[in-house]
């Protein structure tokens, strides 16, 4: 997984939390602002087909789970 803030995301500096555990993505909190969207990437490849159909970005709070909104966009890698 990976995450990419464009320049301007955030208003000001500050400290990020971020963590990846087993399959999911720790992300700080929502407290603080964002002026852009940003990217959150997952490499999907070691998943099935079946599999693949079923994942999905949420937020999680508490036993809470939210679905996010998202776009699919599939990337190809050339061959060597």
Known sequence: MSVFFPAGTF???F???FDVKA???FLHDDTVPAHTN????????K??????????IASINGKK????????KTV???PK
């Open 23 to 25: 399959d999911t993505l």
């Open 65 to 72: 789970i939210s679905y996010i909104p998202t776009i699919e």
């Open 15 to 17: 400290y990020l939390n």
């Open 47 to 56: 998943y099935n087909e079946v599999q693949r159909e079923k994942l999905f």
């Open 38 to 45: 940003f990217t959150i990437s997952i490499e999907d490849s």
């Open 11 to 13: 208003y000001e500096d």
């Open 76 to 78: 190809f890698s050339m």
